[in-house]
């Protein structure tokens, strides 16, 4: 399995992958846009409302019938978020070819498809047709406010208002659901116009071989955008401050204590591969820091973990606990912060952490959905990292580079989602 | 010696290799090549719904949640955790309690020969202490409050209570922090006795790894037993639900709702021998139903009653067989009443035979796309030993599979008189305002 990179033209990039191996092909189209209040939900709407029909199927159900007798095919939409970066993505996945019953070329009419999608949306005088963009508006609006549903998820977002407030960060993905509301038509497609003009794109192809003729579809596409100016997405290394602590009450049985971290250490910096060491030391495996302390050692929680955001340079330790529990948890969290900072592991913890970190790596190429997502979150870089380059970068940081990198953690916020009628504040 | 039987698939262009061990257990191979990654799974088929046994003529009832329990407390031994010896192979491990089975598994790219040993070995090797098994109850009493907190979760335990009146499948697979309150080192141990011995187990691995590999690291570490596997017990399970609506309210945005039908059992020993050919039946009408090209999706959606939740979806197991159509939306009466008219509509007026066409085409593609990695092939194996099915035998049917077989199952199946609502509604709502 070999990468080729080719720019199809300024900023438009084509990843191509072939790989005999899957019986699924995969094309991936990314759209990176700055995130911004102005502009999120009028972008957020986008994968949704172009995925839902094209000029070629203008009806859902007709283009539905058509993916079912492309043995399923199915195109989807989503949005990411990528540093500060708002990451529009749009997926098609389908069975290759040598699985088609009557000789069909499906992996080729699906990228095509995609293409059709969006270049060629399914527009009414002009705009997008407002029946389409009602339906997608209510989805997406719902999506957003069921977030409160899963309250893992709810407690993190606000942990990230909490750390990176006033801060691009800190906006949700989809943006919020009073502004979906209020989307119009014209509003939406004057978006889809500024995001073919000033997106950095990448397209990701994952098939048995090349796929000619869709790399160039898509860059017959881009050369035919009128004032085509990418504009640069840049995510601001969070800076270390104080910490501020605040308490939710909601209707829950079990509290969410989500902690967050600066690092002062993201994007390029030569420390990041050291931070990310240090950050699965601390809580990134079954037998880290924090679940043999925290879990095992003293039956407070479940799960407690930690993740490094290596474009914003932050990190995150959550866990469930009952409310009586929390602030020793947060107490006994702060203990195995300062033992990675004082370099109070042994030298098997280390290796066994990295022995896991490499591992996964290693696995990422044996599962295609996964390899699009490790692309996804490099979509920004003209020259992205394989798993087995960044497996290396792991393999060489020093026991002495970890201690250094966890002694730059400072924290910068305690959240906590609490039951009603509890007393606790942390 | 048994020898490797080998089953292939013309159609997916796949092997696998089967046989019973020396000491009884079931191996199962799927080698995968190129593939650097190893995924094993070892399991028992025991799970939350074996809540009772009997044994010298006396029953013992056992408090729900102890298989998930004895899950979590297998991993312990005197010495260490296996936690802590996969970590010295780098494998990625973890375990699932589910409603008829239990697993413990792993997955890794290199060391496959220690971490295989360290499966075999920590799962035929139980070791629970009044202390180890007391200091597990806060973590678990915590995995039991993340689950209450779920509406998801909520809505469709209610749906099992709304739907089961006997079958412990109503019963919540994890327990509640009172249940496993009565839980003691000694029924653990009763329960290890009756239901972890090689005669009600299976090993399945798949991705990179040879017969070779498996047979030695076999004979190396399984203990042969003279343990019979036990009988699940028929459940006396009415037709009728226990109820026909069930609601809670929670810290949710939208409605939740699942609509479920209670499918008759064939069967009176409860076992899961549905045949291939209705589960690739169902698959099909799953599409029919409620696929994003079915009629009822575009008409709901239109109407701004369902958004991209909501799913049509066939599930069974020991003992039970039940359709569920579910999602959030602000009238879930509204969307069950459509759904109720739908299954009416086809009923009466049969399927189309294009639309079959094109949804059995679909579930075909889908189905191929399920054996791209090491995990989903490991997981077919598994499923096919649990319901004593060959891994490729639901493809093979669906490839041949004529609309017939789909109608019989939409008129077997869908009797408004055996089905039940569960809603989790917002807890800002008044009484009966989403009914």
């Given at each position: 399995m070999s990468l080729c990179n080719r720019e199809l033209c300024p900023s438009v990039r084509c990843l191509t992958l072939p790989d005999a191996r899957f019986k699924t092909a995969r094309i991936t189209v990314g759209l990176f846009m700055p995130l911004t209040k102005d502009t999120v939900e009028e972008q957020a709407i986008l994968p949704f409302l172009l995925t839902r029909a094209c000029a070629k199927y203008p009806d859902f159900t007709a283009l539905q019938r058509h993916l079912n007798r492309l043995y399923g095919a199915a195109v989807s939409g989503d949005v990411a978020r990528v540093g500060e970066t708002q990451a529009l993505v749009l997926t098609a996945e389908c069975t290759a070819d040598r699985y088609a019953l009557h000789g069909e070329t499906v992996a080729a009419d699906c990228a095509a498809l995609l293409c059709e999608m969006l270049f060629a949306p399914a527009l009414e005088n002009g705009v997008f047709r407002a029946q389409d963009v009602e339906i997608e508006k209510r989805c997406l609006a719902q999506t957003v406010a069921a977030q409160v549903n899963e309250k893992q998820w709810y407690a993190q977002c606000q942990a990230e208002k909490l750390l990176c407030p006033d801060e691009a960060y800190s906006i949700g993905r989809y943006g919020e659901g009073s502004r979906i509301e209020a989307l119009t038509p014209e509003q939406v497609t004057a978006a889809w116009k500024r995001v073919l003009r000033e997106a950095t794109v990448q397209i990701l192809v994952q098939d048995e071989g090349e796929l000619p003729a869709v790399e160039e579809a898509f860059r017959r596409g881009f050369a035919a955008v009128e004032g085509r100016a990418p504009v640069p997405c840049e995510t601001v290394k969070l800076a270390k401050r104080d910490a501020v602590r605040r308490t939710e009450r909601m209707d829950v049985n079990q509290c969410k204590l989500v902690m967050g971290f600066a690092t002062g250490c993201a994007g390029k910096d030569a420390a990041v591969p050291a931070m990310r060491l240090a950050c699965a030391l601390l809580g990134g495996t079954a037998t880290s820091l924090l679940m043999r302390n925290v879990r095992e050692k003293l039956s407070l929680c479940y799960y407690c973990s930690s993740q490094y955001d290596r474009l914003k340079g932050v990190i995150f330790v959550k866990s469930g606990v009952e409310e009586a529990n929390a602030a020793r948890t947060e107490q006994e969290i702060l203990r195995q912060v300062a033992c990675v900072a004082n370099g109070e592991f042994t030298d098997a913890q280390l290796e066994e952490t990295r022995r896991a970190m490499c591992q996964a790596f290693e696995g990422v190429g044996d599962a295609g959905a996964a390899i699009?997502?490790?692309?996804?979150?490099?979509?920004?870089?003209?020259?992205?990292?394989?798993?087995?380059?960044?497996?290396?970068?792991?393999?060489?940081?020093?026991?002495?580079?970890?201690?250094?990198?966890?002694?730059?953690?400072?924290?910068?916020?305690?959240?906590?989602?609490?039951?009603?009628?509890?007393v606790t504040d942390v | 010696m048994c020898k490797w039987q080998a089953v292939s698939n013309a159609r997916l262009g796949e092997t696998y290799y089967h046989r019973r061990h020396s000491s009884g257990l079931p191996l199962y191979v799927w080698p995968k090549?190129?593939?650097?990654?190893?995924?094993?799974?070892?399991?028992?088929?025991?799970?939350?719904?074996?809540?009772?046994?009997?044994?010298?003529?006396?029953?013992?009832?056992?408090?729900?949640?102890i298989a998930h329990y004895l899950e979590h407390k297998l991993f312990e031994n005197e010495e260490c955790d296996a936690f802590d010896r996969y970590a010295e192979t780098g494998a990625n491990a973890n375990a699932y309690t589910s409603f008829d089975h239990t697993a413990y598994l792993f997955s890794c790219t290199q060391n496959t020969d220690e971490s295989l040993g360290v499966l075999l070995d920590f799962v035929q090797a139980p070791y629970f202490t009044a202390q180890t098994v007391e200091k597990e109850r806060g973590i678990i009493g915590q995995e039991i409050r993340m689950g209450e907190d779920s509406p998801s979760r909520q809505v469709f335990c209610n749906l099992m209570k709304a739907l089961y009146h006997h079958h412990p499948v109503s019963i919540d697979i994890a327990g509640t922090v009172d249940s496993i309150a009565e839980i003691t080192p000694e029924l653990l141990y009763r329960c290890y006795e009756r239901f972890y011995h090689v005669n009600n187990m299976a090993l399945a691995v798949a991705g990179d790894i040879s017969l070779e590999q498996v047979d030695r690291l076999a004979d190396a570490w399984l203990k042969p037993t003279d343990k019979t596997a036990p009988v699940r017990a028929a459940v006396d399970e009415p037709t009728a639900c226990v109820q026909p609506y069930i609601e809670e309210k929670m810290e949710v945005a939208t409605p939740l709702f699942n609509l479920g039908y209670k499918v008759p059992m064939n069967t009176s020993e409860g076992l899961p021998d549905e045949p291939a050919r209705g589960v690739a039946a169902a698959a099909v009408l799953e599409e029919i139903l409620g696929g994003h090209a079915?009629?009822?999706?575009?008409?709901?959606?239109?109407?701004?009653?369902?958004?991209?939740?909501?799913?049509?979806?066939?599930?069974t197991g020991p003992g039970f067989a039940?359709?569920?159509?579910?999602?959030?939306?602000?009238?879930?009466?509204?969307?069950c009443a459509a759904?109720?008219?739908?299954?009416?509509?086809?009923?009466?007026?049969?399927?189309?035979?294009?639309?079959?066409?094109?949804?059995?085409?679909?579930?075909?593609?889908?189905?191929?796309?399920?054996?791209?990695?090491?995990?989903?092939?490991?997981?077919?194996?598994?499923?096919g030993w649990l319901c004593g099915r060959d891994a490729f035998s639901i493809l093979d049917e669906v490839a041949t599979l004529d609309i017939q077989s789909v109608y019989d199952r939409l008129r077997h199946d869908f009797d408004e008189r055996t089905c039940a609502l569960s809603c989790v509604i917002p807890n800002q709502t008044e009484e009966g305002v989403s009914r």
């Amino acid at each position: 399995m070999s990468l080729c990179n080719r720019e199809l033209c300024p900023s438009v990039r084509c990843l191509t992958l072939p790989d005999a191996r899957f019986k699924t092909a995969r094309i991936t189209v990314g759209l990176f846009m700055p995130l911004t209040k102005d502009t999120v939900e009028e972008q957020a709407i986008l994968p949704f409302l172009l995925t839902r029909a094209c000029a070629k199927y203008p009806d859902f159900t007709a283009l539905q019938r058509h993916l079912n007798r492309l043995y399923g095919a199915a195109v989807s939409g989503d949005v990411a978020r990528v540093g500060e970066t708002q990451a529009l993505v749009l997926t098609a996945e389908c069975t290759a070819d040598r699985y088609a019953l009557h000789g069909e070329t499906v992996a080729a009419d699906c990228a095509a498809l995609l293409c059709e999608m969006l270049f060629a949306p399914a527009l009414e005088n002009g705009v997008f047709r407002a029946q389409d963009v009602e339906i997608e508006k209510r989805c997406l609006a719902q999506t957003v406010a069921a977030q409160v549903n899963e309250k893992q998820w709810y407690a993190q977002c606000q942990a990230e208002k909490l750390l990176c407030p006033d801060e691009a960060y800190s906006i949700g993905r989809y943006g919020e659901g009073s502004r979906i509301e209020a989307l119009t038509p014209e509003q939406v497609t004057a978006a889809w116009k500024r995001v073919l003009r000033e997106a950095t794109v990448q397209i990701l192809v994952q098939d048995e071989g090349e796929l000619p003729a869709v790399e160039e579809a898509f860059r017959r596409g881009f050369a035919a955008v009128e004032g085509r100016a990418p504009v640069p997405c840049e995510t601001v290394k969070l800076a270390k401050r104080d910490a501020v602590r605040r308490t939710e009450r909601m209707d829950v049985n079990q509290c969410k204590l989500v902690m967050g971290f600066a690092t002062g250490c993201a994007g390029k910096d030569a420390a990041v591969p050291a931070m990310r060491l240090a950050c699965a030391l601390l809580g990134g495996t079954a037998t880290s820091l924090l679940m043999r302390n925290v879990r095992e050692k003293l039956s407070l929680c479940y799960y407690c973990s930690s993740q490094y955001d290596r474009l914003k340079g932050v990190i995150f330790v959550k866990s469930g606990v009952e409310e009586a529990n929390a602030a020793r948890t947060e107490q006994e969290i702060l203990r195995q912060v300062a033992c990675v900072a004082n370099g109070e592991f042994t030298d098997a913890q280390l290796e066994e952490t990295r022995r896991a970190m490499c591992q996964a790596f290693e696995g990422v190429g044996d599962a295609g959905a996964a390899i699009g997502a490790w692309y996804v979150a490099q979509g920004l870089s003209d020259t992205p990292e394989t798993p087995e380059e960044t497996k290396r970068k792991i393999e060489a940081v020093t026991r002495e580079q970890v201690i250094e990198a966890a002694k730059q953690w400072q924290l910068g916020c305690v959240y906590l989602l609490a039951p009603k009628g509890g007393v606790t504040d942390v | 010696m048994c020898k490797w039987q080998a089953v292939s698939n013309a159609r997916l262009g796949e092997t696998y290799y089967h046989r019973r061990h020396s000491s009884g257990l079931p191996l199962y191979v799927w080698p995968k090549e190129g593939f650097r990654t190893t995924y094993a799974v070892f399991l028992t088929k025991y799970g939350a719904i074996d809540n009772a046994f009997v044994e010298n003529g006396e029953t013992t009832v056992l408090p729900a949640g102890i298989a998930h329990y004895l899950e979590h407390k297998l991993f312990e031994n005197e010495e260490c955790d296996a936690f802590d010896r996969y970590a010295e192979t780098g494998a990625n491990a973890n375990a699932y309690t589910s409603f008829d089975h239990t697993a413990y598994l792993f997955s890794c790219t290199q060391n496959t020969d220690e971490s295989l040993g360290v499966l075999l070995d920590f799962v035929q090797a139980p070791y629970f202490t009044a202390q180890t098994v007391e200091k597990e109850r806060g973590i678990i009493g915590q995995e039991i409050r993340m689950g209450e907190d779920s509406p998801s979760r909520q809505v469709f335990c209610n749906l099992m209570k709304a739907l089961y009146h006997h079958h412990p499948v109503s019963i919540d697979i994890a327990g509640t922090v009172d249940s496993i309150a009565e839980i003691t080192p000694e029924l653990l141990y009763r329960c290890y006795e009756r239901f972890y011995h090689v005669n009600n187990m299976a090993l399945a691995v798949a991705g990179d790894i040879s017969l070779e590999q498996v047979d030695r690291l076999a004979d190396a570490w399984l203990k042969p037993t003279d343990k019979t596997a036990p009988v699940r017990a028929a459940v006396d399970e009415p037709t009728a639900c226990v109820q026909p609506y069930i609601e809670e309210k929670m810290e949710v945005a939208t409605p939740l709702f699942n609509l479920g039908y209670k499918v008759p059992m064939n069967t009176s020993e409860g076992l899961p021998d549905e045949p291939a050919r209705g589960v690739a039946a169902a698959a099909v009408l799953e599409e029919i139903l409620g696929g994003h090209a079915s009629p009822l999706y575009a008409q709901l959606m239109e109407e701004g009653l369902i958004n991209a939740s909501f799913d049509v979806s066939y599930w069974t197991g020991p003992g039970f067989a039940c359709w569920m159509m579910g999602g959030e939306s602000d009238d879930p009466q509204a969307v069950c009443a459509a759904f109720k008219a739908e299954v009416a509509r086809l009923q009466r007026e049969g399927i189309d035979p294009d639309v079959f066409e094109e949804s059995r085409n679909a579930v075909y593609g889908r189905m191929i796309s399920q054996t791209d990695s090491a995990e989903n092939c490991g997981d077919l194996l598994v499923d096919g030993w649990l319901c004593g099915r060959d891994a490729f035998s639901i493809l093979d049917e669906v490839a041949t599979l004529d609309i017939q077989s789909v109608y019989d199952r939409l008129r077997h199946d869908f009797d408004e008189r055996t089905c039940a609502l569960s809603c989790v509604i917002p807890n800002q709502t008044e009484e009966g305002v989403s009914r």
